[in-house]
C-alpha cells in the first residue's frame, strides 16, 4: 500500500509538471482520457490510482511514454 502511495505521489507530480509545462489544462487532459476533470485533479495530488490504460492516454497527450511517467520510480 506505501508502495502504491509513492508511486501514485510520482507519477501525478509528473503529469502535473508535464501538463503544465506543455501548456495544457486539466480539462484538456480529461477530455482525452474520457475522465472528469476532477479525477485529473485526484491523479495529480496522488488521492487516486489511475489504471495502466489511462496513463497510456495521458503519456499520449503529453507526448511521452508510460515508461517516463514511471521514471525513477522503483
Known sequence: M???IMVNNIVGK???VLRK???ISQEELAFIAHVDRTYISRIESAGANPSLRLLAKIA???DISVAELLRDVK
Open 21 to 23: 509545462q506543455k501548456g
Open 2 to 4: 506505501i508502495f502504491t
Open 60 to 62: 499520449n497527450k503529453l
Open 14 to 16: 509528473r503529469i502535473s
